[in-house]
């Protein structure tokens, strides 16, 4: 089947209320290599193709976090009660970019404030709570992002003899995701002193393999780590 395409008569076509005229591409268009249809006449070649136009950017919407928890930090058991450790850390990692984009990136990026790919590099110290005669801290902490969702519209066009003479949203959505590299969260284990058994006149050892308390700290906007949650075994 042959797709027939009549050519706009452009002169007076503004003329009346009707706005059926041409639509022109944003600054936010990234155009494909249009696909072409076929040819009606020698003289009118016509392409067609679909295009992703930004919609709007919803900045910060949440923090989410990628990997696994890095530790950072192994303590002693300590001396005498009331002992605090200090715990700190030194980091990089980047921002980036999930889902898809189909828009100019220079222009979600001014947007947004940072590049995707570039590292950022974080240190903190953060005190454990206190801790009683032979207990002892593991820390962890993990990458942290402020992640922004990209909303994306699709348009399909017709180009005829380089001018649009279709430009039209299809109702297609594309959502991609900025990660911007903020402080890593940051996840405080509590171990209670290793415990001897005596068994038919045999000593054993036995570690606690399993915290006794966990908690976990996010920094807020001034940098400073409040706690999260605190789960208790």
């Known amino acids: 089947m042959y797709k027939k395409i009549i050519a706009l008569c452009l002169t007076c076509s503004l003329v009346g209320g009707s706005t059926s005229a041409l639509a022109t591409t944003s600054s936010n268009t990234v155009l494909p290599t249009p696909i072409k249809s076929e040819?009606?006449?020698s003289a009118s070649?016509?392409?067609?193709g679909n295009v992703y136009e930004l919609?709007?950017?919803n900045k910060d919407a949440r923090t989410v976090t990628a990997g696994?928890?890095?530790?950072?930090?192994?303590?002693?058991?300590?001396?005498?009660?009331?002992?605090?450790?200090?715990?700190?850390?030194?980091?990089?990692?980047?921002?980036?970019?999930?889902?898809?984009?189909?828009v100019g990136k220079d222009t979600v990026q001014g947007q947004l404030g940072y590049t995707f790919g570039i590292g950022v590099?974080?240190?903190?110290?953060?005190?454990?709570?206190?801790?009683?005669k032979g207990?002892?801290?593991?820390?962890?902490?993990?990458?942290?992002?402020?992640?922004?969702?990209?909303?994306?519209?699709?348009?399909?066009?017709?180009?005829?003899?380089?001018?649009?003479?279709?430009?039209?949203?299809?109702?297609?959505?594309?959502?991609?995701?900025?990660?911007?590299?903020?402080?890593?969260?940051?996840?405080?284990e509590y171990y209670n002193p290793t415990t001897?058994?005596?068994?038919?006149?045999?000593?054993?050892d036995i570690s606690q393999n399993e915290p006794f308390k966990t908690e976990y700290y996010s920094a807020d906007n001034k940098g400073e780590y409040k706690l999260n949650n605190s789960v208790t075994k």
């Open 135 to 188: 207990q002892y801290v593991k820390a962890y902490i993990i990458n942290t992002y402020s992640q922004s969702d990209i909303f994306q519209d699709q348009y399909y066009y017709v180009l005829q003899n380089g001018v649009y003479t279709t430009y039209r949203k299809t109702g297609v959505t594309r959502m991609a995701y900025g990660n911007k590299a903020i402080l890593p969260q940051i996840k405080f």
């Open 196 to 204: 001897t058994t005596l068994t038919s006149g045999i000593s054993t």
């Open 55 to 57: 919609n709007h950017i």
């Open 68 to 102: 696994s928890w890095q530790l950072v930090y192994s303590g002693a058991p300590a001396a005498a009660t009331g002992e605090i450790d200090a715990v700190s850390y030194s980091i990089t990692y980047s921002h980036s970019l999930t889902g898809t984009l189909s």
């Open 45 to 48: 070649e016509w392409y067609d």
């Open 39 to 41: 040819i009606v006449q």
């Open 121 to 132: 590099s974080f240190s903190n110290t953060k005190y454990s709570a206190a801790l009683k």
